[in-house]
């Protein structure tokens, strides 16, 4: 009776929680836009580093805004291989090309991200040449979150949590659970930024890039979970006062060591690519002197806006494509 009862908590459990798993999720997200910041030449990174704890903590916002924003969600993803067979190259690589081929709704239903990233680039330049630090800070820090999303690697395909029910739970293994539980060894010694001397095709590399990776994911995901019994695969853990199913620690060093460390490699490849996308965007701004910009207004005028995001965030579900779990 008491395995039993366990089983019906277990389940009951599963069934109620839900876990907004966009991109790295939350635990990622603030740590790799703060590493990024120390990635920055002396020029910008006083700047950065003054405003490190906003950078951070508003890393996660273009996840609260997909409770929120109906289209938010498909700029953190491009089911690329939709579209055909790699390399993709049926694929325009520019908005009103891609319109014209496949219209609006069909791009937004299998992601946007390399065109928003574009976009926000040159936003991002825009706001440098105008030296708006507020938009300098918002457009930084939600840039952040699209560039790491982009290093993910089932953003990058349609199958982006499993090819069938049995791979169902790789997307959050991959970019959460094994996050949390490896983060502590990872060696955040990326170097400096570097200029992007093509930012969109370097934009359009990491789609490519991230969808070669992502069947090397789901093909040992889908050998490695057949080596282990399911009370193997899965653990129970304390999760602030809740009892939730976890995978196992063995489980995943496994899935981790014949990956070969992806995760970390991914993570830190996020924390570089964020910084030099924001210096690229500098640089090609001019190299305006950033330390003498007035950001005053703005941080006391986004307190109200924030609050009304965590409402929204908290009492909301998210929009357009479901969440994996």
């Given at each position: 009776m008491g395995k039993l009862f366990k089983e019906v908590i277990i389940i009951l459990l599963m069934s109620l929680l839900s876990i907004n798993l966009f991109g790295w999720g939350f635990f990622a997200h603030p740590r790799i836009n703060e590493h990024a910041v120390y990635c920055l030449p002396p020029e910008m990174v006083g700047f950065y580093k003054k405003h490190i704890d906003y950078i951070s903590q508003h890393a996660v916002d273009p996840d609260k805004r997909s409770h929120v924003n109906p289209i938010e969600a498909a700029r953190h993803y491009m089911d690329i291989n939709h579209y055909g067979e790699?390399?993709?190259?049926?694929?325009?690589?520019?908005?009103?090309?891609?319109?014209?081929?496949?219209?609006?709704?069909?791009?937004?239903?299998?992601?946007?991200?390399?065109?928003?990233?574009?976009?926000?680039?040159?936003?991002?330049?825009?706001?440098?040449?105008?030296?708006?630090?507020?938009?300098?800070?918002?457009?930084?820090?939600n840039i952040g979150h699209y560039v790491a999303d982009a290093h993910v690697p089932l953003h990058c395909n349609m199958y982006y949590d499993g090819r069938n029910p049995s791979e169902k739970g790789v997307h959050a293994l991959w970019e959460s659970r094994c996050v949390e539980v490896l983060y502590d060894n990872f060696n955040l010694f990326v170097g400096r930024a570097k200029y992007i001397s093509k930012p969109a095709d370097e934009f359009w590399n990491w789609i490519l890039n991230g969808y070669l990776q992502s069947d090397t994911v789901l093909n040992v995901f889908s050998y490695i979970i057949k080596q282990y019994t399911p009370s193997e695969i899965y653990t129970l853990e304390d999760r602030n006062n809740v009892v939730?199913?976890?995978?196992?620690?063995?489980?995943?060093?496994?899935?981790?060591?014949?990956?070969?460390?992806?995760?970390?490699?991914?993570?830190?490849?996020?924390?570089?690519?964020?910084?030099?996308?924001?210096?690229?965007?500098?640089?090609n701004a001019g190299q305006p002197n950033l330390d003498i910009l007035d950001d005053k207004d703005f941080l006391a005028n986004q307190k109200k806006e924030e609050e009304e995001l965590d409402y929204l965030w908290k009492h909301g579900k998210p929009l357009g494509r479901p969440n994996p779990e």
């Open positions: 790699y390399p993709f190259d049926m694929v325009p690589k520019t908005w009103k090309e891609a319109v014209n081929k496949y219209t609006e709704d069909t791009l937004y239903e299998y992601g946007i991200l390399p065109y928003h990233l574009i976009k926000m680039y040159y936003q991002l330049v825009d706001a440098f040449k105008e030296g708006d630090a507020g938009r300098i800070l918002y457009l930084s820090a939730i199913k976890q995978y196992s620690r063995e489980f995943l060093n496994d899935f981790n060591t014949m990956l070969q460390n992806m995760v970390e490699r991914n993570f830190r490849k996020s924390v570089l690519d964020v910084a030099s996308f924001w210096y690229t965007a500098w640089v």
